[in-house]
């Protein structure tokens, strides 16, 4: 990806996105008190489910920003 998108770009690029999931994941966990206590099949299931679920939305939200981020961006230059 580095090569492909951004190069010369460190490592380093990817640290908030770790760090993005950890607290998302942190929300996830509160948010479904109990799981861990479910039989280990039944959290399974619904820890797929939610990955399932969630993620389509999370890419949606991240696409969404972008899309936010080049309007700001362009619309002063089209201003002008």
Do not use: C, N, W
Request: charged letters at 25%.
């Amino acid at each position: 990806m580095r090569e492909m998108l951004f190069p010369g770009v460190p490592g380093e690029f990817l640290e908030p996105y770790a760090q993005a999931a950890i607290e998302i994941t942190t929300i996830e966990q509160a948010a479904m008190p109990g799981l861990f206590d479910l039989e280990p099949e039944s959290a399974i299931e619904k820890a797929i489910l939610g990955l399932a679920l969630l993620e389509p939305i999370l890419v949606g939200f991240r696409r969404l920003a972008h899309e936010r981020r080049v309007q700001d961006l362009i619309a002063p230059a089209a201003k002008q």
